[in-house]
């Protein structure tokens, strides 16, 4: 049995756990991403809203003293650093006031950053450009103060500020996701692994065990109560080893039966040739009697011998591929009928109709046994057969050849099969109607016509009998 199965399956190293949970994890962190871009742009544009209403309100405190000129260095470094801002202006209905240190030389902004555009794709890019490529520039941070619409403020900022606290979101972020994304993958994977990972490695190591040792009924699955197709999986998993293990029986049982018949045969076939070497004795005594009774011995004593000796051919005779070569048909249907004694035989007249260089690709010898049988039978039934309408017999082999078929029928002008080889057709031992024969020349006929990928088959014929084999071109 051992010799039948191939090699243990390889092992499963990147496995249905290890991919569930790297796919689990990869997806949470996708969806990570798309949930944090929208929410660093809404970061940084908060942010910037602030420092325009503080810089609003530090305006509107400056706007109620009369004299700008009155505020103290002091005064006016306040309330820029409340707005984390270097300098600001303030424009109201064309007219625009600077607010800048006195002490410190007026910064230049690099670039604007206008808080009343909101397109939200902008948001995520400007987010991502101080991210990724901010340093230490000013940039001028344009909007409106809250309740203020002719009012618009620019505050000129170092964008380092804004970058750092970026920085401090996404890193706190970032953790939180990974927290998430962990206990969630983790929670999904316990969920998937015990749905569908587990009974499915359960299914499969019990595959691999069962296919090294079917003839072990422990290996048989043992289905559990689920009623989902895992479950469905399982009882059919269990049926089919079921199934395997009787036919495995059934098989062993017929196999050893096949060997006692065989040694049972051989042993005949050597005592019938030691009564056939004693029969050919006696055919030569002058008796009258002897020398009447003596043909008949011998013809009894030859068929059973060529019985056990067709029977042990079939038991020796496996199953083999076909060896494809190419041949000549004709030709090979001219051997076969010299091989099966139909050509150039005194009565039979051989027809073969098919045409020169008809080249097929086939097992020759296989296929030749096929005719070889085919023949044989038409001849035998031929030569017992007492004619009455006066035509000389014949065999006849034709070609019909299809786009993708050659089909050939062997057709003979003898009685037509009897009605018990017609009910037993291509049944090995079964089929034969005629004495002396053993039911095998068909049924090994067909199988070998199978193992070609083509058919046998009998037509039914008014007269005579005819076959028909398909081969595919
Ligand atoms: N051309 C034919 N004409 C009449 N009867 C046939 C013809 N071919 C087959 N048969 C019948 O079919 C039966 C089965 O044929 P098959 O070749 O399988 O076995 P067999 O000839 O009896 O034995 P084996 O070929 O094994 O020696 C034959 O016994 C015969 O009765
Ligand atoms: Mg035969």
């Not at 045409?355 to 296989?366: E, F, G, H, K």
Request: charged share 25%; aromatic share 6%; hydrophobic share 45%.
């Amino acid at each position: 049995m051992a010799n039948d199965i191939p090699d243990a399956p390889k092992r499963v190293i990147f496995g249905l756990s290890m991919k569930l949970i790297t796919m689990i994890i990869a997806m949470i962190m996708v969806v990570e991403v798309l949930i944090y871009l929208p929410s660093v742009a809404n970061f940084r544009i908060n942010w910037m809203d602030d420092r325009v209403h503080i810089a609003g309100v530090a305006a509107q405190v400056i706007e109620t003293v009369p004299d700008t000129m009155d505020l103290t260095p002091t005064m006016i470094g306040k309330l820029l650093s409340s707005a984390e801002a270097e300098a600001l202006v303030v424009r109201t209905e064309g007219q625009s006031q600077l607010i800048e240190r006195p002490d410190v030389p007026m910064p230049v902004a690099a670039y604007a950053a206008d808080t009343r555009e909101r397109a939200p794709l902008d948001l995520i890019a400007g987010a991502l450009e101080i991210l990724f490529f901010g340093s230490n520039r000013t940039m001028r941070v344009i909007g409106v103060p809250m309740d203020s619409q002719d009012v618009v403020v620019e505050v000129l900022i170092n964008e380092a500020l804004l970058r750092q606290e970026l920085l401090i979101y996404s890193r706190n972020i970032f953790w939180l996701s990974l927290l998430v994304a962990s206990f969630t993958s983790f929670a999904i994977f316990l969920f998937l692994n015990g749905l569908l990972v587990r009974p499915i490695s359960r299914l499969t190591s019990n595959m691999v065990a069962f296919r090294q040792n079917p003839d072990d009924a422990n290996k048989i699955i043992v289905p559990s109560d689920r009623r989902d197709e895992v479950g469905v999986a399982e009882r059919e998993l269990a049926a089919m080893e079921t199934n395997i293990f009787t036919l495995l029986k059934q098989k062993q049982h017929l196999a050893d039966l096949g060997l006692a018949v065989a040694k049972i045969n051989h042993d005949l076939r050597n005592t019938l040739g030691a009564a056939q070497l004693l029969s050919d004795q006696v055919a030569n005594l002058d008796d009258p009697h002897v020398q009447r009774l003596a043909p008949r011995l011998v013809n009894t004593l030859d068929r059973a011998i060529n019985f056990c000796q067709s029977v042990l051919d079939y038991g020796r005779h496996k199953a083999v591929p076909p060896k494809f070569e190419r041949v000549d048909l004709r030709a090979l249907l001219d051997e076969s009928a010299t091989e099966a004694a139909v050509r150039m035989h005194p009565e039979i007249d051989w027809r073969n109709q098919v045409p020169d260089n008809v080249i097929i690709r086939v097992d020759p010898d296989q296929i030749a046994r096929v005719f070889t049988n085919l023949f044989k039978n038409a001849r035998e039934a031929l030569e017992v057969q007492h004619r009455q309408d006066g035509e000389r017999p014949w065999v006849a082999v034709e070609l019909e050849t299809t786009p993708d078929q050659l089909r050939l029928t062997v057709e003979d002008n003898g009685p037509g099969l009897s009605p018990r080889a017609k009910d037993n057709l291509f049944r090995a031992f079964e089929g034969s109607g005629r004495a002396g024969g053993t039911g095998l020349g068909l049924a090994i006929a067909k199988e070998l016509a199978e193992a070609h990928g083509g058919t046998l088959a009998y037509v039914d014929v008014q007269k005579g009998t005819k076959f028909e084999i398909s081969l595919p071109r």
